[in-house]
């Protein structure tokens, strides 16, 4: 998958100002969440039914796909002591 792609479907990601479009469930990742940006802490992930109740995230766009083998590198880690 190509640095600039989103997740399948979606496109590469821009940021949505929330006035433009509130995200919705079909915008989020599987754990509910969207990429937003808030006004004095910058870039955040939260659940996407949050936007409307926190109006310091003035900007918003679905969270980018996961790296391909990710689950892979947790295989080489030494569980317990």
């Known amino acids: ?19 433009e479009r509130l995200p919705t469930a079909e ?6 969440c969207v990429l937003v940006w808030h006004t004095f802490n910058g870039h955040m992930i939260t659940g996407w039914h949050q936007l409307p109740s926190n109006r310091y ?12 083998n990710a689950q892979a590198g947790w295989d080489g880690i030494k569980k317990g002591p």
């Open 1 to 19: 998958m190509e640095p600039t792609q989103a997740r399948e479907g979606v496109g590469v990601a821009e940021w949505i100002h929330r006035d």
């Open 27 to 32: 915008d989020a990742d599987a754990y509910g």
């Open 57 to 68: 995230f003035t900007h918003w766009m679905p969270t980018p796909c996961p790296p391909e």
